[in-house]
């Protein structure tokens, strides 16, 4: 297989399309009732430095169900790290490694968690990292949608949310893998692309994907799937632990989904949301047989069940992680693809 084998899962550039079967197979047998292979108990550190619900307690609950245990390694309102008269990252991070088998961080800033991996032997998993990139959702996301409908490469697939949340980098990085049939951006049309999805775009074209930009969510309602969060995901995930966020985001009215869209439509798309949602997906659609959202919640078991016991059992990642060559990924500030510009919505 080429590219870099690494041990550590902190980018979907890591993850290359042996790796996507294998972790799928293993989580589809889990989700089906196959129980994984007991091995030895091993300790897993949770290093969170911002909020979490779902990735938190998603990965205590699959290390659990494999038999292992988990320790909060992050830094207690008490704690002395990062204070002048207390300890550095550094010695944090290495002390840890001599406690813990494999760690799962969530970091503030984009390059803490290569940092982290750099500083120890064991294995690292990207919990978000900042406006980088959230690995293990993206292979949620893509999960739920192949239980639910299967192969992605028949499927139109449409996201609508900030470009540079980091669900929607991995998201997009992982259908590389599996090129879906169709492809849809909603976006306001002031919103600029960075080389990256730029890229990524490019490289869905070359596959046979059909791309296309809207801006209006109605006209993503005729696709297979709808990925939505709001608009303004990088500014949302930037607080760290403790803080409050006192600006309440309201979510254009055209990139609101509500319960009344998708029925005057007629619509089947199953909707994703990786969740925290804010007020671009109305309550009034949790219960239509599109919202798939909390099956995601579900459906992340297995699959963080499954990153985890390949990981502990010391199966490496094959993709080209763009890590070790390109430290502050992504790029957010650059001029918008010209083959991607914005388009007039149909509905």
């Not at 001599?98 to 290569?114: K, N």
């Not at 590389?176 to 869905?204: G, M, Q, Y």
């Not at 439509?265 to 919202?291: F, G, Q, V, W, Y």
Request: net charge negative.
């Amino acid at each position: 297989m080429a590219g870099l084998s690494v041990k550590d899962l902190l980018s979907a550039d890591d993850i290359d399309d042996a790796d996507l079967a294998d972790v799928l197979s293993r989580a589809a047998a889990i989700a089906d009732g196959a129980t994984p292979p007991r091995t030895p108990a091993k300790m897993i550190g949770l290093f969170f430095e911002q909020e979490s619900t779902r990735t938190r307690i998603g990965f205590d609950v699959a290390a659990s169900r494999l038999g292992h245990h988990v320790v909060d390694v992050s830094a207690s309102p008490g704690s002395r790290l990062g204070k002048a008269q207390g300890e550095d990252l550094e010695d944090h991070i290495r002390t840890i490694a001599e406690y813990c088998d494999l760690l799962v961080a969530r970091t503030e800033h984009v390059v803490t968690v290569e940092e982290i991996a750099r500083l120890t032997h064991i294995p690292v998993v990207n919990g978000g990292n900042g406006i980088g990139e959230h690995p293990t959702q993206a292979l949620v996301d893509l999960f739920t949608i192949q239980r639910r409908l299967g192969d992605i490469r028949q499927l139109s697939v449409a996201l609508s949310c900030d470009p540079t949340a980091r669900h929607a980098l991995s998201f997009m990085k992982l259908l590389k893998l599996r090129p879906p049939r169709r492809f849809t951006l909603c976006l306001a049309p002031e919103t600029l692309l960075s080389n990256v999805v730029a890229a990524i775009i490019d490289d869905l074209r070359q596959h046979g994907t059909e791309v296309d930009r809207v801006d209006d969510i109605e006209a993503t309602l005729d696709h297979d799937v709808l990925s939505i969060q709001t608009q303004k995901a990088s500014s949302i995930i930037s607080g760290r632990i403790g803080e409050m966020d006192s600006v309440q985001h309201v979510e254009d009215e055209k990139f609101t989904l509500t319960a009344d869209k998708i029925l005057r439509t007629h619509s089947k798309t199953m909707i994703l949301n990786p969740l925290p949602r804010h007020s671009e997906t109305d309550k009034s659609c949790d219960s239509l047989p599109n919202a798939a959202y909390f099956e995601q919640v579900r459906f992340s078991i297995p699959i963080r069940m499954a990153v985890l016991s390949r990981m502990l059992s010391g199966r490496r990642w094959a993709g080209r992680s763009r890590l070790h060559s390109q430290p502050g990924w992504p790029e957010t500030s650059s001029p918008i693809s010209s083959s991607l510009l914005p388009s007039v919505s149909s509905n």
